[in-house]
T-cell receptor, first 112, second 115 residues
């Protein structure tokens, strides 16, 4: 099925560094969702975006809905060890067939 | 508030055997989803229920997979017979209302290994 292009695939950073990841699509979305998945758990919603250009923060996390409605990014500032996990973007298509399309995930490792 | 409950957490079976997973969504959530997540990939939707009706089962392998949500609350997903490629984590998710502002809440999943 259709999937988003999420990058980078993996990141290994030092504690305290900032992190940026993004998702792009050839389709227009009217919703972007960012999830984090810890090992052995289901994805947990971090940030939801509903309007083009919207910039939303949740603690050290900031996400933006791209103006073209075909992309979104997630930034994590001052990373800490518990940020380790897999981050997924998911976009909901516009129109009557409002499917939720998932990226393949960005695996984040933080070196304390 | 209790989250989405799933059981079992782990299941190991041999190919051609049958297996069933159970999900209890967040109270009051009308929409329920079953996803399959293969290692290294994002979740793939298998089936979506709105109350006890099926909204989308276009990616459900209906020759071997079945799901039901008889009373619009709990749901079960069954695989019969299982194949090696069915090894994955099966995630259940629920949401309060469908639509553009819909937010999905996931359970911890059932990790299935088919030997």
């Amino acid at each position: 099925g259709q999937q988003l292009n999420q990058s980078p695939q993996s990141m290994f950073i030092q504690e305290g560094e900032d992190v940026s990841m993004n998702c792009t699509s050839s389709s227009i979305f009217n919703t972007w969702l960012w999830y984090k998945q810890d090992p052995g758990e289901g994805p947990v919603l971090l940030i939801a975006l509903y309007k083009a250009g919207e910039l939303t923060s949740n603690g050290r996390l900031t996400a933006q809905f791209g103006i073209t409605r075909k992309d979104s990014f997630l930034n994590i500032s001052a990373s800490i060890p518990s940020d380790v996990g897999i981050y997924f973007c998911a976009g909901r298509t516009a129109g009557n067939n409002r499917k939720l399309i998932w990226g393949l995930g960005t695996s984040l490792a933080v070196n304390p | 508030e209790a989250g989405v409950a799933q059981s079992p957490r782990y299941k190991i079976i041999e190919k051609r055997q049958s297996v069933a997973f159970w999900c209890n969504p967040i109270s009051g959530h009308a929409t329920l989803y079953w996803y399959q997540q293969i290692l290294g990939q994002g979740p793939k939707l298998l089936i979506q229920f709105q109350n006890n009706g099926v909204v989308d089962d276009s990616q459900l392998p209906k020759d071997r997979f079945s799901a039901e949500r008889l009373k619009g609350v709990d749901s079960t997903l069954k695989i019969q017979p299982a194949k090696l490629e069915d090894s994955a984590v099966y995630l259940c998710a629920s949401s309060l209302v469908p639509g553009a502002n819909e937010k999905l809440f996931f359970g911890s999943g059932t990790q299935l290994s088919v030997l």
